[in-house]
């Protein structure tokens, strides 16, 4: 028999935080660019209604790309398990699954996620997991594995996702190219940061007195390059906002809410993937799926505080519902993943 699972704690982390304008001025400055490209270049920056956004790299060195230390996937990693840990009193966490696209670790054999369970000094019961460029959505399939390893038995798992756009900035300065404004685009709505999720079942579980039950999980494919990394950089091509929720309603959402029996207004807490405002804004359509404005107020309040961070995006979200003390036992949730592929992903969760 299959054992409940549940999710028991969330931790982002994230590094320094730069002003959207200031990250725009960086990156299309006058002297890399053109006082008419960047120009261009803040006016669209200005649109997307970001105030701030997470940056990696070392802005002031830009177009060198210097990480340092402390803003190392691994020692972001390090971070959130070891808050986790903290919290574990003499158990310990026996699975880990980390997630990302875009990474500024150079180191790739051993696998990341082998270097993480190393520096952390985690003592696996099962091989630690690595899912790369499975695009937005590669935290829920993180998720959907930590899960089948916690039902087998009383035990800890942790997912972490993590981004790091920033490290692959290449801004194109000719207006000509035919990449030009998928280049721009991008460059003025990602940022940086990670998330984890502390998942537990049987009598682990038990010794958390906030925990959320994992009701369902679905996954789905469908192929689409609108969105691809190319030649180390990244481009997101127009045509998301009219593509993507669609897909992502009709495959994956609907689907989980009818195998549940669950009406859309009867889930309270949604935690989706901020792809942008135009893209969050087409989820309210009614042949879309026909959420409320407060249904989507959280996602959109992430989008504008970090722009859009990619894997982690839907946890950092979460993390607001999580610790939010006016949830009722009973209340359902979702954290919605879709991105690059395409691939999507949702869990329903409820309070309890």
């Not at 549940?6 to 890399?32: C, H, N």
């Not at 969050?280 to 407060?294: A, H, I, N, P, R």
Request: glycine fraction near 6%; charge should be neutral.
């Amino acid at each position: 028999m299959k054992k409940d699972v549940f999710i028991v704690g969330v931790k982002t982390v994230f590094p320094r935080l730069y002003s959207s304008a200031d990250i725009i001025g960086k990156l299309y400055s006058e002297k890399l660019s053109s006082v008419r490209i960047n120009k261009f270049a803040k006016r669209l920056g200005s649109n997307t209604q970001i105030k701030n956004r997470a940056i990696s790299i070392d802005l002031e060195q830009f177009p060198h790309k210097i990480v340092s230390e402390e803003n190392s996937p691994v020692m972001w990693a390090k971070s959130v398990i070891q808050n986790f840990s903290n919290k574990l009193q003499n158990d310990q966490i026996e699975f880990v699954s980390i997630s990302y696209n875009a990474s500024s670790h150079k180191i790739s054999i051993p696998n990341l996620s082998c270097q993480i369970a190393h520096e952390c000094k985690l003592n696996l019961r099962f091989p630690p997991q690595e899912i790369a460029n499975y695009g937005c959505a590669s935290g829920i399939f993180s998720i959907r594995s930590a899960v089948d390893f916690c039902q087998k038995s009383d035990c800890l798992a942790t997912v972490f996702a993590f981004e790091q756009p920033s490290y692959t900035f290449k801004p194109i300065y000719d207006d000509n190219d035919i990449n030009f404004k998928a280049s721009l685009r991008t460059n003025a709505i990602f940022g940086d940061g990670g998330a984890g999720l502390l998942i537990a079942s049987g009598e682990k579980a038990e010794k958390f007195d906030k925990k959320l039950k994992i009701i369902d999980i679905h996954l789905d494919y469908q192929f689409g390059d609108v969105i691809k990394m190319e030649e180390g950089a990244f481009y997101t091509r127009e045509g998301v906002k009219e593509v993507m929720p669609e897909l992502v309603s009709t495959n994956i959402i609907k689907p989980l809410l009818k195998r549940n029996n669950i009406k859309i207004e009867d889930v309270f807490e949604w935690s989706i993937h901020q792809g942008g405002l135009p893209i969050l804004e087409s989820f309210m359509k009614e042949d879309t799926l026909g959420l409320s404005e407060s249904q989507i107020e959280m996602s959109k309040k992430m989008f504008m505080e970090y722009g859009n961070v990619s894997t982690p995006s839907n946890f950092i979200v979460f993390e607001q519902h999580f610790n939010n003390k006016d949830a009722q036992i009973g209340d359902y949730g979702m954290i919605v993943g879709f991105g690059a592929g395409y691939y999507f992903g949702a869990v329903l969760y409820q309070h309890c």
